[in-house]
């Protein structure tokens, strides 16, 4: 059974940090390459960040390049997304996906960022 399972999100101050985990199962992770996605209420699902298989390439939304950071460690089946210098337009439910033969997503998991 695929499973893909975010954690990490929560309510953060303006300028404050979170690092998002997606810890996933079921699939020959290390033959992904993962991306993680938000989506702000009304808005459409955009891409934040991608890794490649290896971890050896990665890219970033112009919005969010400089303050996050995509990262995976395929022993432990685990990608992260270091979000730092967070802004209120961060503000959305964030998604883990696999990109590869198949597709997969997680869940989701919010993020607000309000004072």
């Known amino acids: 059974q695929v499973q893909l399972v975010e954690s990490g999100g929560g309510l953060v101050q303006p300028g404050g940090s979170l690092r998002l985990s997606c810890a996933a199962s079921?699939?020959?992770?290390?033959?992904?390459?993962m991306r993680w996605f938000r989506q702000a209420p009304g808005k459409e699902r955009e891409l934040v960040a991608r890794?490649?298989?290896?971890?050896?390439?990665?890219n970033y939304a112009d919005s969010v390049k400089g303050r996050f950071t995509i990262s995976r460690d395929n022993a432990k089946n685990m990608v992260y997304l270091q979000m730092n210098s967070l802004k209120p337009e961060d503000t959305a439910v964030y998604y883990c996906?696999?990109?590869?033969?198949?597709?997969?997503w997680g869940q989701g998991t919010q993020v607000t960022v309000s004072s």
């Open positions: 079921g699939f020959t992770f290390s033959s992904y390459a």
């Open positions: 996906n696999a990109w590869g033969v198949y597709v997969y």
């Open positions: 890794i490649s298989t290896g971890g050896g390439a990665t």
